[in-house]
Protein backbone atom coordinates (compact mmCIF):
# COMPACT_ATOMS: atom_id res chain seq x y z
CA UNK A 1 0.00 0.00 0.00
CA UNK A 2 1.36 2.98 -0.94
CA UNK A 3 1.75 6.05 1.76
CA UNK A 4 -1.62 8.56 1.90
CA UNK A 5 -3.26 5.99 -0.20
CA UNK A 6 -6.06 6.03 2.12
CA UNK A 7 -6.22 9.67 2.67
CA UNK A 8 -9.24 9.87 0.13
CA UNK A 9 -11.03 7.41 1.89
CA UNK A 10 -10.51 8.70 5.07
CA UNK A 11 -11.56 12.57 3.86
CA UNK A 12 -14.53 10.80 2.70
CA UNK A 13 -15.25 9.34 5.70
CA UNK A 14 -15.06 12.36 7.51
CA UNK A 15 -17.42 14.16 5.24
CA UNK A 16 -20.04 11.68 5.85
CA UNK A 17 -19.03 12.18 9.86
CA UNK A 18 -19.64 15.97 8.89
CA UNK A 19 -23.07 15.45 7.55
CA UNK A 20 -24.26 12.84 9.95
CA UNK A 21 -23.34 15.59 12.59
CA UNK A 22 -25.42 18.18 11.03
CA UNK A 23 -28.26 15.86 10.24
CA UNK A 24 -28.28 15.26 14.07
CA UNK A 25 -28.18 19.01 15.01
CA UNK A 26 -31.46 19.28 12.63
CA UNK A 27 -33.07 16.23 14.58
CA UNK A 28 -32.03 17.59 18.20
CA UNK A 29 -34.13 21.02 17.02
CA UNK A 30 -36.78 19.20 15.79
CA UNK A 31 -36.95 17.27 19.31
CA UNK A 32 -36.56 20.70 21.37
CA UNK A 33 -40.09 21.87 19.45
CA UNK A 34 -41.76 18.59 19.88
CA UNK A 35 -40.83 19.19 23.59
CA UNK A 36 -41.77 22.70 23.89
CA UNK A 37 -45.64 21.40 22.30
CA UNK A 38 -45.65 18.43 24.88
CA UNK A 39 -45.27 21.14 27.65
CA UNK A 40 -47.87 23.07 26.38
CA UNK A 41 -50.15 20.52 25.86
CA UNK A 42 -49.25 18.47 29.25
CA UNK A 43 -47.93 15.25 27.56
CA UNK A 44 -45.55 12.93 28.52
CA UNK A 45 -42.01 12.98 27.72
CA UNK A 46 -41.28 9.22 27.45
CA UNK A 47 -43.49 7.68 24.77
CA UNK A 48 -42.13 3.74 24.86
CA UNK A 49 -44.29 3.12 21.39
CA UNK A 50 -42.69 5.67 19.60
CA UNK A 51 -39.19 4.90 20.40
CA UNK A 52 -40.21 1.62 19.29
CA UNK A 53 -41.62 2.64 16.28
CA UNK A 54 -38.32 4.49 15.38
CA UNK A 55 -35.51 1.42 15.71
CA UNK A 56 -37.52 -0.61 14.02
CA UNK A 57 -38.12 1.32 11.31
CA UNK A 58 -34.43 1.87 11.48
CA UNK A 59 -33.39 -1.27 11.54
CA UNK A 60 -35.75 -2.18 8.53
CA UNK A 61 -34.09 0.18 6.78
CA UNK A 62 -30.90 -1.21 7.54
CA UNK A 63 -31.55 -4.55 5.98
CA UNK A 64 -33.25 -3.20 2.88
CA UNK A 65 -30.11 -1.11 2.37
CA UNK A 66 -27.67 -3.75 3.11
CA UNK A 67 -25.19 -1.59 4.64
CA UNK A 68 -23.56 -4.64 6.27
CA UNK A 69 -24.04 -3.29 9.78
CA UNK A 70 -25.93 -5.63 12.13
CA UNK A 71 -29.10 -4.64 13.47
CA UNK A 72 -28.01 -4.98 16.90
CA UNK A 73 -25.42 -1.98 16.06
CA UNK A 74 -28.07 -0.09 14.35
CA UNK A 75 -30.91 -0.08 17.36
CA UNK A 76 -27.88 0.37 19.71
CA UNK A 77 -26.90 3.76 17.56
CA UNK A 78 -30.34 4.71 17.95
CA UNK A 79 -31.34 4.20 21.33
CA UNK A 80 -28.69 6.32 22.01
CA UNK A 81 -29.14 8.99 19.68
CA UNK A 82 -33.18 8.98 21.17
CA UNK A 83 -31.74 9.08 25.08
CA UNK A 84 -30.00 12.13 23.81
CA UNK A 85 -32.74 13.63 22.07
CA UNK A 86 -35.08 12.70 24.72
CA UNK A 87 -33.02 14.34 27.55
CA UNK A 88 -33.36 17.48 25.22
CA UNK A 89 -36.61 17.85 26.37
CA UNK A 90 -36.47 16.24 30.02
CA UNK A 91 -33.48 14.25 31.28
CA UNK A 92 -35.43 11.01 33.02
CA UNK A 93 -34.68 9.92 36.54
CA UNK A 94 -34.83 5.90 36.87
CA UNK A 95 -34.90 4.17 39.86
CA UNK A 96 -33.14 0.80 40.26
CA UNK A 97 -32.28 -1.73 42.85
CA UNK A 98 -28.56 -0.77 43.62
CA UNK A 99 -25.82 -0.09 44.24
CA UNK A 100 -24.23 0.80 40.74
CA UNK A 101 -23.30 -2.96 38.98
CA UNK A 102 -26.73 -4.83 39.44
CA UNK A 103 -28.24 -6.17 36.75
CA UNK A 104 -31.05 -4.07 37.51
CA UNK A 105 -29.13 -0.88 36.62
CA UNK A 106 -27.67 -2.81 33.14
CA UNK A 107 -31.58 -3.83 32.41
CA UNK A 108 -32.53 0.44 32.68
CA UNK A 109 -29.85 1.30 30.20
CA UNK A 110 -30.31 -1.07 28.19
CA UNK A 111 -33.94 0.64 28.09
CA UNK A 112 -33.32 3.86 28.31
CA UNK A 113 -29.52 4.74 27.64
CA UNK A 114 -26.99 6.37 29.06
CA UNK A 115 -28.63 10.05 28.90
CA UNK A 116 -30.57 9.40 32.07
CA UNK A 117 -30.22 10.31 35.71
CA UNK A 118 -29.79 6.39 37.14
CA UNK A 119 -30.96 6.38 40.81
CA UNK A 120 -30.13 3.14 42.82
CA UNK A 121 -31.55 1.77 45.70
CA UNK A 122 -31.38 -0.60 47.84
CA UNK A 123 -35.11 -2.56 48.61
CA UNK A 124 -37.05 -3.14 45.82
CA UNK A 125 -40.11 -1.37 47.72
CA UNK A 126 -37.66 1.69 47.73
CA UNK A 127 -37.41 1.40 44.05
CA UNK A 128 -41.26 1.60 43.62
CA UNK A 129 -41.37 3.99 46.33
CA UNK A 130 -39.15 6.57 44.52
CA UNK A 131 -41.27 7.20 41.44
CA UNK A 132 -44.37 6.60 43.41
CA UNK A 133 -43.78 9.67 45.71
CA UNK A 134 -42.90 11.54 42.39
CA UNK A 135 -38.74 11.79 42.88
CA UNK A 136 -38.52 9.64 40.38
CA UNK A 137 -39.69 9.38 36.68
CA UNK A 138 -39.65 5.61 36.31
CA UNK A 139 -39.04 2.44 38.60
CA UNK A 140 -37.27 -0.72 37.29
CA UNK A 141 -37.69 -3.63 39.12
CA UNK A 142 -36.99 -7.58 37.85
CA UNK A 143 -40.21 -9.43 37.41
CA UNK A 144 -39.51 -13.17 36.34
CA UNK A 145 -36.12 -15.36 35.83
CA UNK A 146 -36.16 -17.80 32.97
CA UNK A 147 -34.48 -20.44 36.08
CA UNK A 148 -35.91 -19.58 39.26
CA UNK A 149 -39.09 -18.33 37.98
CA UNK A 150 -41.24 -15.23 39.38
CA UNK A 151 -39.56 -12.61 41.63
CA UNK A 152 -42.55 -12.94 44.92
CA UNK A 153 -41.87 -9.40 46.11
CA UNK A 154 -42.00 -7.98 43.11
CA UNK A 155 -45.47 -9.43 42.61
CA UNK A 156 -46.55 -8.60 45.55
CA UNK A 157 -45.46 -4.88 44.94
CA UNK A 158 -47.18 -4.79 41.63
CA UNK A 159 -50.75 -6.01 43.46
CA UNK A 160 -50.53 -2.18 44.90
CA UNK A 161 -48.62 -0.07 43.19
CA UNK A 162 -50.35 3.01 41.99
CA UNK A 163 -48.07 2.99 39.02
CA UNK A 164 -48.59 0.99 35.80
CA UNK A 165 -45.98 -1.23 33.81
CA UNK A 166 -44.91 1.12 30.59
CA UNK A 167 -42.20 -1.12 28.86
CA UNK A 168 -40.44 -3.99 29.80
CA UNK A 169 -37.08 -5.87 28.84
CA UNK A 170 -35.54 -9.36 29.13
CA UNK A 171 -31.29 -9.08 29.61
CA UNK A 172 -29.41 -12.76 29.61
CA UNK A 173 -28.18 -13.54 33.10
CA UNK A 174 -24.12 -14.39 32.56
CA UNK A 175 -23.53 -14.70 36.56
CA UNK A 176 -19.38 -14.50 37.31
CA UNK A 177 -17.67 -15.18 40.30
CA UNK A 178 -16.01 -12.42 41.84
CA UNK A 179 -12.84 -11.63 44.69
CA UNK A 180 -10.55 -9.28 44.99
CA UNK A 181 -7.72 -11.47 44.57
CA UNK A 182 -7.51 -14.56 41.43
CA UNK A 183 -7.77 -18.15 42.63
CA UNK A 184 -10.51 -19.79 44.83
CA UNK A 185 -8.26 -20.75 47.87
CA UNK A 186 -8.87 -19.04 51.01
CA UNK A 187 -12.45 -18.42 50.45
CA UNK A 188 -14.83 -18.58 53.08
CA UNK A 189 -17.78 -17.17 51.99
CA UNK A 190 -20.36 -16.60 48.91
CA UNK A 191 -22.38 -13.40 48.77
CA UNK A 192 -25.20 -12.63 46.18
CA UNK A 193 -28.94 -12.23 45.73
CA UNK A 194 -30.66 -14.86 46.78
CA UNK A 195 -32.16 -15.52 43.35
CA UNK A 196 -28.23 -15.29 42.35
CA UNK A 197 -27.61 -18.28 44.79
CA UNK A 198 -30.50 -20.79 43.46
CA UNK A 199 -29.57 -19.87 39.92
CA UNK A 200 -26.09 -21.30 40.34
CA UNK A 201 -26.85 -23.73 43.27
CA UNK A 202 -25.68 -26.59 41.07
CA UNK A 203 -21.99 -25.33 40.61
CA UNK A 204 -21.93 -24.27 43.88
CA UNK A 205 -22.70 -27.80 45.67
CA UNK A 206 -19.95 -29.23 43.35
CA UNK A 207 -17.16 -26.75 43.10
CA UNK A 208 -17.45 -24.87 46.56
CA UNK A 209 -19.68 -27.47 48.34
CA UNK A 210 -18.19 -26.22 52.20
CA UNK A 211 -18.12 -22.36 51.59
CA UNK A 212 -20.81 -20.75 53.24
CA UNK A 213 -23.58 -18.69 51.73
CA UNK A 214 -25.23 -15.56 52.66
CA UNK A 215 -28.27 -13.67 50.29
CA UNK A 216 -27.90 -10.07 50.53
CA UNK A 217 -30.28 -7.34 49.21
CA UNK A 218 -28.35 -7.28 45.64
CA UNK A 219 -25.96 -8.60 43.39
CA UNK A 220 -24.19 -5.38 43.48
CA UNK A 221 -23.84 -5.11 47.38
CA UNK A 222 -22.26 -8.43 47.09
CA UNK A 223 -19.77 -6.76 44.99
CA UNK A 224 -19.23 -4.15 47.37
CA UNK A 225 -18.52 -6.57 50.28
CA UNK A 226 -16.11 -8.71 47.88
CA UNK A 227 -14.43 -5.25 47.65
CA UNK A 228 -13.71 -5.11 51.35
CA UNK A 229 -12.76 -8.63 52.17
CA UNK A 230 -10.27 -10.71 50.18
CA UNK A 231 -11.78 -14.11 51.65
CA UNK A 232 -15.17 -13.02 50.29
CA UNK A 233 -16.48 -14.06 46.61
CA UNK A 234 -19.54 -12.16 45.37
CA UNK A 235 -21.98 -13.83 42.33
CA UNK A 236 -22.54 -10.41 39.96
CA UNK A 237 -22.15 -9.57 36.71
CA UNK A 238 -19.74 -7.83 34.51
CA UNK A 239 -20.69 -4.47 34.94
CA UNK A 240 -20.10 -4.74 38.67
CA UNK A 241 -16.57 -6.72 38.05
CA UNK A 242 -15.89 -3.11 36.35
CA UNK A 243 -17.05 -1.39 38.68
CA UNK A 244 -15.16 -2.66 42.04
CA UNK A 245 -12.15 -3.99 40.10
CA UNK A 246 -12.94 -7.28 40.53
CA UNK A 247 -11.27 -10.65 39.17
CA UNK A 248 -13.16 -13.14 37.72
CA UNK A 249 -12.20 -16.66 39.78
CA UNK A 250 -14.87 -18.40 36.86
CA UNK A 251 -17.75 -17.67 34.97
CA UNK A 252 -21.09 -18.91 33.24
CA UNK A 253 -21.82 -20.66 36.73
CA UNK A 254 -25.62 -19.85 36.64
CA UNK A 255 -27.25 -23.76 36.92
CA UNK A 256 -28.53 -23.11 32.81
CA UNK A 257 -26.69 -21.64 30.05
CA UNK A 258 -29.84 -20.07 29.09
CA UNK A 259 -30.58 -17.82 32.19
CA UNK A 260 -32.86 -14.18 31.52
CA UNK A 261 -34.57 -11.93 33.63
CA UNK A 262 -37.23 -9.80 32.95
CA UNK A 263 -37.37 -6.26 33.92
CA UNK A 264 -40.23 -4.25 34.09
CA UNK A 265 -40.66 -0.19 34.18
CA UNK A 266 -43.03 1.39 36.25
CA UNK A 267 -44.52 4.64 35.84
CA UNK A 268 -46.75 7.14 35.16
CA UNK A 269 -47.48 6.47 31.30
CA UNK A 270 -49.76 4.93 28.85
CA UNK A 271 -48.20 3.61 25.65
CA UNK A 272 -50.44 3.51 22.94
CA UNK A 273 -50.21 0.76 20.44
CA UNK A 274 -47.30 -0.29 18.53
CA UNK A 275 -46.73 -4.20 16.96
CA UNK A 276 -44.70 -5.42 20.19
CA UNK A 277 -47.53 -4.96 22.67
CA UNK A 278 -48.14 -6.72 25.70
CA UNK A 279 -50.56 -6.33 28.73
CA UNK A 280 -50.65 -7.38 31.96
CA UNK A 281 -53.22 -8.16 34.40
CA UNK A 282 -53.44 -9.67 38.28
CA UNK A 283 -57.47 -11.59 38.64
CA UNK A 284 -59.07 -13.05 41.28
CA UNK A 285 -61.74 -15.29 41.08
CA UNK A 286 -64.77 -16.58 43.07
CA UNK A 287 -64.41 -19.78 45.18
CA UNK A 288 -66.54 -22.05 43.09
CA UNK A 289 -66.87 -24.71 40.57
CA UNK A 290 -65.65 -23.61 36.98
CA UNK A 291 -64.91 -19.82 37.78
CA UNK A 292 -61.31 -19.79 36.17
CA UNK A 293 -62.25 -22.25 33.79
CA UNK A 294 -64.56 -18.84 32.53
CA UNK A 295 -62.25 -16.65 33.05
CA UNK A 296 -59.77 -18.65 30.50
CA UNK A 297 -62.51 -18.88 28.03
CA UNK A 298 -62.77 -15.56 27.68
CA UNK A 299 -59.70 -15.03 26.15
CA UNK A 300 -60.25 -18.51 24.14
CA UNK A 301 -63.57 -17.27 22.47
CA UNK A 302 -62.17 -13.76 21.71
CA UNK A 303 -59.20 -15.34 20.24
CA UNK A 304 -56.53 -13.61 22.96
CA UNK A 305 -52.80 -15.26 23.09
CA UNK A 306 -51.58 -15.45 26.70
CA UNK A 307 -47.78 -15.33 27.50
CA UNK A 308 -48.20 -16.07 31.02
CA UNK A 309 -50.29 -17.81 33.22
CA UNK A 310 -49.10 -17.58 37.12
CA UNK A 311 -51.39 -18.34 40.84
CA UNK A 312 -49.97 -16.90 43.63
CA UNK A 313 -51.59 -16.20 47.41
CA UNK A 314 -53.48 -14.06 47.50
CA UNK A 315 -52.18 -10.58 50.29
CA UNK A 316 -54.19 -7.08 50.25
CA UNK A 317 -56.78 -7.79 48.66
CA UNK A 318 -60.75 -8.49 48.56
CA UNK A 319 -59.87 -12.03 48.04
CA UNK A 320 -60.05 -14.14 51.02
CA UNK A 321 -56.54 -15.44 52.86
CA UNK A 322 -55.39 -18.51 50.87
CA UNK A 323 -57.15 -18.31 48.30
CA UNK A 324 -55.37 -17.25 44.93
CA UNK A 325 -54.59 -14.16 42.63
CA UNK A 326 -53.61 -15.25 38.84
CA UNK A 327 -50.99 -12.77 37.28
CA UNK A 328 -51.91 -12.98 33.44
CA UNK A 329 -49.50 -11.96 30.59
CA UNK A 330 -52.07 -11.46 26.85
CA UNK A 331 -50.30 -10.54 23.71
CA UNK A 332 -51.34 -7.20 22.70
CA UNK A 333 -52.95 -3.85 23.58
CA UNK A 334 -55.80 -3.03 25.74
CA UNK A 335 -56.82 -0.93 22.58
CA UNK A 336 -57.58 -3.69 20.65
CA UNK A 337 -61.30 -4.68 20.44
CA UNK A 338 -60.99 -8.13 21.48
CA UNK A 339 -58.76 -7.80 23.94
CA UNK A 340 -60.86 -4.72 25.59
CA UNK A 341 -63.96 -7.40 24.84
CA UNK A 342 -62.02 -10.60 26.38
CA UNK A 343 -61.03 -8.00 29.87
CA UNK A 344 -64.49 -6.55 30.13
CA UNK A 345 -65.83 -10.33 30.34
CA UNK A 346 -63.38 -11.27 32.37
CA UNK A 347 -64.10 -8.42 35.38
CA UNK A 348 -67.42 -9.89 34.70
CA UNK A 349 -66.69 -13.39 36.66
CA UNK A 350 -63.70 -11.85 39.19
CA UNK A 351 -63.67 -10.63 42.79
CA UNK A 352 -60.22 -8.82 42.04
CA UNK A 353 -58.96 -7.40 39.19
CA UNK A 354 -56.24 -4.98 38.08
CA UNK A 355 -54.61 -3.79 35.12
CA UNK A 356 -51.43 -3.51 34.94
CA UNK A 357 -50.58 -1.80 31.46
CA UNK A 358 -50.60 -2.39 27.92
CA UNK A 359 -46.57 -1.68 27.59
CA UNK A 360 -43.81 -2.73 24.45
CA UNK A 361 -41.58 -5.45 24.67
CA UNK A 362 -38.39 -3.78 24.01
CA UNK A 363 -36.43 -7.09 24.12
CA UNK A 364 -38.21 -7.85 20.38
CA UNK A 365 -36.01 -5.12 18.89
CA UNK A 366 -32.91 -6.87 19.50
CA UNK A 367 -31.28 -4.40 21.37
CA UNK A 368 -27.79 -5.23 22.84
CA UNK A 369 -28.04 -6.76 26.47
CA UNK A 370 -24.36 -4.78 27.37
CA UNK A 371 -24.10 -0.83 27.48
CA UNK A 372 -21.02 -0.62 29.56
Given at each position: ??????????????????????????????????????????????????????????????????????????????????????????????????????????????????????????????????????????????????????VGRTLDLLLTARLNISAEISIPINHLLLRKVSGVEGITKVVAHSQALLQCQKWLDVKLPSVSRLAVESNGIAAQMAEQDEKIVAIAGK??????????????????????????????????????????????????????????????????????????????????????????????????????????????????????????????????????
Amino acid sequence: MKPGELKGFREKIDSVDDQIIKLLAERAGYVKEVGRRKKVANLPEFRPEREVEIIERMCEKNELLNTGLPSESIATFWLEIISGCRALEKKLKVAYLGPQGTYSELAARVLFGHMVEFVPCYSLEEVLDKSESGDTDISVLPVENSIEGTVGRTLDLLLTARLNISAEISIPINHLLLRKVSGVEGITKVVAHSQALLQCQKWLDVKLPSVSRLAVESNGIAAQMAEQDEKIVAIAGKMAQEKYKLVSVAKDIQNEKFNRTRFAALGNFYPDECDVDQTSIIVGVRDQVGAMHKVVESFAKNKVSLRRFESRPARMTRVSAWEYLFYIDLEGHINDPKIKKALDDVRENSVFFKNLGSYPLFEKLGLPSQLT
